[in-house]
Nanobody, 128 residues
Framework: QVELVESGGGLVQPGGSLTLSCIAPTFTLANYAVGWFRQAAGKEREAISC?????????YSDSVKGRFTISRDNEKEKIAYLQMDNLKPEDTAIYYCATEFEAVTRVCGSPAATFSSWGQGTQVTVSE
């Protein structure tokens, strides 16, 4: 398993922006898919974005498409980001990053259980 640490969460007004970071302090994320998931109170965990370790292809759920942008730092190979713009109250949740090695088969789009390493989560609250 890979140690992952999320940061960047907080309280923001509707329409505002936040950038979440997913850091692997002791590991290189090259060739690993990095997925972002969120879980709101009383709801199931939702996959919202993923970046492939094979070719950096990105994926987004319909709920965040056009507002969120996933990326990775290919120079340092230890950090992935989730830029969140035009935030809405319904984006309020705990956000988790997760990673899984991609040898040949693409992991992005697979169920959450496919990802073997998870961070501790960071709270995002969108409210007036």
């Amino acid at each position: 398993q890979v140690e992952l640490v999320e940061s960047g969460g907080g309280l923001v007004q509707p329409g505002g922006s936040l950038t979440l970071s997913c850091i692997a302090p002791t590991f290189t994320l090259a060739n690993y898919a990095v997925g972002w998931f969120r879980q709101a109170a009383g709801k199931e965990r939702e996959a919202i974005s993923c970046i492939s370790g094979l070719d950096d292809t990105t994926f987004y759920s319909d709920s965040v498409k056009g507002r969120f942008t996933i990326s990775r730092d290919n120079e340092k190979e230890k950090i992935a980001y989730l830029q969140m713009d035009n935030l809405k109250p319904e984006d309020t949740a705990i956000y988790y990053c997760a990673t899984e090695f991609e040898a040949v088969t693409r992991v992005c789009g697979s169920p959450a259980a496919t990802f073997s390493s998870w961070g501790q989560g960071t709270q995002v609250t969108v409210s007036e």
